[in-house]
């Protein structure tokens, strides 16, 4: 069936240093790719995504790659800090489908000071 | 605009019992979810709604219900609770943009 793996679980990077996150999916007629950041106690909190006619998007710190000829996608965090600490989950569209998406397991970030 | 709102925000209900859990949203969305998270996992669909009386099933939908009478609310039934059903269950909405962007807190279900 249709899935998307997410690596790694857990991340712990040094304030100021750069985060990447890596997904593959396997559904080739997925077109849309979000990612989420989730803190503690709260839902899923869109962040940035990118549709399948580009293969790269930024927003400030914040960029996400896309490689449909390998089907996969990358979060990467620039000069991260204390607050970018929580799980981020990637998702995946799913084929034929009313906006419905495949999620990740999700990866927990941990900024250490 | 209040966004999406879940009620109750926690609960532990007893092997067997049932439960509503209660969404509503104040933004005209047509299109509403139902997710449950385990721990430790991303989210699973439970139930869709496209518009008012309009419901369909998602990845993980035994041992629920749904009923979507009304833009505005979409509760989630739960008949003869099980261990298994114990979770984090999400609601949310989605605008016209397509993207799934509005959450409800969540209500922390437990099944004992």
């Known amino acids: 069936g249709e899935n998307v793996e997410q690596h790694p679980s857990t991340l712990s990077v040094q304030e100021g240093d750069s985060a990447v996150i890596k997904c593959t999916y396997s559904d080739s007629a997925s077109n849309y790719f979000p990612w989420y950041k989730q803190e503690l106690g709260k839902g899923p909190q869109l962040i940035i995504d990118?549709?399948?006619n580009v293969g790269e998007k930024k927003d400030q710190r914040i960029a996400v790659t896309l490689n449909k000829t390998a089907k996969h996608f990358s979060l990467h965090i620039t000069e991260t800090q204390p607050e970018d600490s929580a799980v981020y989950f990637c998702?995946?569209?799913?084929?034929?489908?009313?906006?419905?998406?495949?999620w990740g397991a999700g990866t927990k970030l941990i900024i250490k000071p | 605009n209040a966004g999406v709102t879940q009620t109750p925000k926690f609960r532990i209900l007893k092997i067997g019992q049932s439960m509503t859990l209660q969404c509503t949203q104040d933004m005209n969305h047509n299109y509403m979810y139902w997710y449950r998270q385990d721990p430790g996992m991303g989210l699973k669909l439970i139930y869709y709604s496209v518009g008012a009386g309009i419901t369909d099933k998602g990845e993980v939908p035994n041992g629920y219900n749904v009923s979507r009478s009304t833009t505005e609310d979409f509760p989630l039934r739960l008949e003869l609770a099980a261990p298994s059903q114990t979770s984090v269950y999400f609601c949310?909405?989605?605008?016209?943009?397509?993207?799934?962007?509005?959450f409800g807190p969540g209500t922390r279900l437990t099944v004992l």
């Open positions: 949310a909405s989605i605008p016209a943009s397509g993207k799934l962007e509005f």
């Open positions: 998702a995946a569209s799913k084929r034929d489908s009313n906006y419905q998406l495949i």
């Open positions: 990118i549709r399948s």
